[in-house]
């Protein structure tokens, strides 16, 4: 009986991910990894010339990503539908060989693999093997710490209402802001109100080919790519307090 094995790939450079999860991409023989339909993935594009030869591959393609409303009960059924389908084709596949499933970063922070992970719980051998978050590349690709001494962290996702943003930036030192895209406007809109723009950051395709990092300030666009994330550093907001 085989296993289910997630490897957490990193931020998006090949280079970042662990040794572990490399030597699991390399002697996998079923690979699995979420991808848009009509697009080759993210997770597959990490580990571009990695497989083994006559690996067989698996593309979860998502039926519905922005098609749909988030919170519409349509969104819900298929997504739903989907990772239930997955699980149990996962399952089955485990049955008689270890399946490798790809995910970008850390599997357990906002993984896509945690909605099967779930499905799967007490039907096949899970191993989750540990990513670097994409935040981490991202506040590397700026050169600055995120946080010093004792300030707090708070990561929000630009999916909650601008009111709620407002609120919990205000509350925090250094901020991750996650799932901007086309929340882009209101995030920054929600920064200006809590007297935080002028400390924000904006990476896009964070340690990725095609990688961007400019101070959201200065940035007139009102979406950004899928993998893009704004940070606001915590020793910025305590100078200011101290001048």
Partial sequence: MGKIICCGLGPGDPDLM???????????????????????????????????EGAIEYPMEYPVTTEVPSDSADYVRLLDGFYDEWAERLVMLASDNDVVVLCEGDPYFYGSFMHLHIRLQGRAEIEVIA????????????GRPIALGDDVVTVLTGTLSEDELVRRM?????????KTGRNLDKVRRALASAGRLADAWLIERGTMPGERVVRLSDVDDTDCPYFAIVLVYGEARRMKAAE
């Fill in 170 to 178: 205000r509350n925090s030192d250094a901020l991750v802001i996650m």
């Fill in 131 to 142: 990513g670097i978050p994409g935040m981490a590349g991202c506040w590397n690709s700026v």
């Fill in 18 to 52: 662990s040794v572990r999860a490399a030597r699991e991409v390399r002697g996998a023989r079923h690979i699995a990894f979420f991808r848009k339909k009509g697009h080759p993935g993210q997770a597959r594009r990490i580990v571009e010339g990695m497989l083994a």
